[in-house]
């Protein structure tokens, strides 16, 4: 067989051999954790492609048309138990809503006057 009807039939092996590979979309497995509602960024702006491209436990999150690393809302580890028995010293204030909005690797968990703050999670 001449190597110019070869060809057509490498191309066509190659073709069914990149159907069934996944989509390349970055670098890097996914992160734990759910990105937070962002607003918009008019900028269209890909800061990264995937939660791999992002340092430490930020995320790859969208924000309208721009992809960012940002914070997310649920970060790794169990909020400490609550003992009711005892009343909780410190302010009985919401500081937080979500993980995202507590520095570090601190979550937003119950602190037990019916109010939630960030706290040092349990790993």
Do not use: W, Y
Not at 62 to 70: D, E, K, L, P
């Amino acid at each position: 067989m001449p190597v110019c009807h070869l060809r057509p039939l490498a191309a066509l092996l190659l073709g069914l051999l990149l159907l069934g590979l996944p989509a390349v979309t970055g670098t890097g497995a996914e992160k734990r954790g759910v990105c937070p509602e962002l607003e918009a960024d008019p900028s269209c702006k890909q800061e990264c492609l995937s939660d791999g491209e992002c340092a430490d436990n930020l995320k790859c999150c969208r924000a309208g048309c721009s992809s960012v690393c940002h914070l997310p809302n649920e970060k790794q580890g169990s909020c400490p138990q609550v003992d009711s028995d005892f009343p909780q010293l410190g302010l009985c204030l919401d500081q937080c809503q979500v993980d995202s909005q507590c520095p570090d690797k601190m979550k937003c968990c119950h602190n037990g006057c019916g109010k939630v703050s960030c706290v040092t999670p349990i790993l």
